[in-house]
């Protein structure tokens, strides 16, 4: 199975994975609006491959297989103030 990235050029690390190079017919028309003008990244032979970056591929393989697409939004970023403060919250628990 060959399928083709493209890049969002509105967001940051958003990538859209389709069956084939130019093919954005299965891509629901509110998803390229707000996807933006896609750039195409790189052709991805998924049948080759075990894993990728930070997307399940099985997932991928999956929802190109019966959605045409598949649509992958950055990590959520993490907050490390709020991290800081519950494990604070945790420590202070533990002592007494």
């Known amino acids: 199975m060959l399928c083709a990235v493209y890049k969002s050029s509105r967001r940051a690390d958003t ?3 389709v069956g084939k190079r130019d093919h954005f017919e299965d891509v629901p028309q509110a998803l390229l609006e707000m996807f933006g ?16 970056g930070i997307a399940d591929i099985d997932r991928v393989r999956a929802e190109l297989a019966d959605k ?9 970023q993490v907050n490390l103030l709020e991290e800081y403060k519950q494990q604070n919250k945790q420590e202070q628990a533990q002592a007494h």
């Open 68 to 76: 045409g697409y598949y649509l992958q939004l950055p990590p959520p």
């Open 15 to 17: 990538y859209l994975f």
């Open 37 to 52: 003008p896609p750039k195409l990244v790189m052709l991805l032979p998924l049948s080759k491959r075990d894993h990728l």
